[in-house]
């Protein structure tokens, strides 16, 4: 079934890279129904940057986690490539987050014991790569994001723009449908952010399908399509 559904990912390559059909997510505290989500409806095409943006509590971060395959919706349709997703077990869901999605977090999520080359390596360890085919894509993946003179350092001997390069450059592993920067300069100087952005942009600008989860408008202004999310609806 794994197998099956990573193969119908790779071949289905018409149509929208994203749709949402009435996604809700629902939680329960106690005895008290919150609803998170109520009813998305949201098409994102192939190759398109979308800033999702809104605000504390508008639902952004379950929007973020639903779209990963960190969660499932409680009621809706989630297409991912052409496939299903709403409704798959968690085996199922790890494998298209592996294989399918990159992530881009605000606060980088390296593993201090491991280098440079190696955190770039992670997703590919856990995607049966070789291990001469993945340490020679991670490092033209290094090269790619500037890091070229810094193969074997450790995150604590990074500056945050560098440690957020080696975290772009690792979602870019797997060769991603998607690339999902949940706010992508949060912790990072200006001119850092500014560079971090450049790198998004011109991975976008190489066909990369990026959606980015921001607060900051400087930074959504470059993207095709702002979405606003206001208590858990798109505002219109």
Not at 82 to 103: M, N
Not at 205 to 210: A, D, I, M, P, V
Request: glycine content about 10%; aromatic content about 4%.
């Amino acid at each position: 079934m794994v197998r099956a559904l990573d193969k119908t990912l790779q071949e289905n390559n018409d149509g929208p890279i994203v749709v949402f059909e009435q996604l809700r997510k629902n939680y329960w505290l106690g005895a008290v129904e919150l609803r998170v989500l109520r009813g998305i409806d949201l098409t994102i095409e192939r190759g398109e940057h979308v800033a999702i943006m809104g605000p504390s509590g508008s639902g952004k971060s379950t929007l973020l986690n639903i779209l990963g395959c960190l969660d499932r919706p409680s009621g809706g349709c989630y297409r991912l490539g052409g496939q299903e997703v709403s409704q798959l077990d968690d085996d199922q869901l790890s494998l298209i987050r592996g294989a399918r999605i990159g992530f881009v977090f605000q606060s980088f999520n390296l593993i201090n014991q491991l280098n440079v080359i190696e955190n770039i390596e992670t997703p590919m360890f856990y995607q049966g790569f070789s291990e001469r085919d993945s340490a020679e894509r991670a490092m033209e993946l290094a090269r790619l994001v500037g890091l070229g003179d810094r193969f074997k350092h450790r995150p604590s001997e990074l500056s945050g723009g560098e440690q957020q390069r080696v975290a772009i450059a690792r979602a870019l592993a797997n060769d991603p449908l998607i690339i999902l920067a949940d706010e992508p300069t949060g912790n990072l100087d200006s001119a850092s952010g500014a560079e971090i952005l450049r790198i998004l942009l011109t991975l976008h600008g190489q066909g990369k399908t990026l959606i980015t989860v921001t607060h900051d408008d400087s930074i959504a202004t470059h993207a095709q399509r702002i979405v606003r999310l206001l208590d858990g609806r798109i505002k219109k």
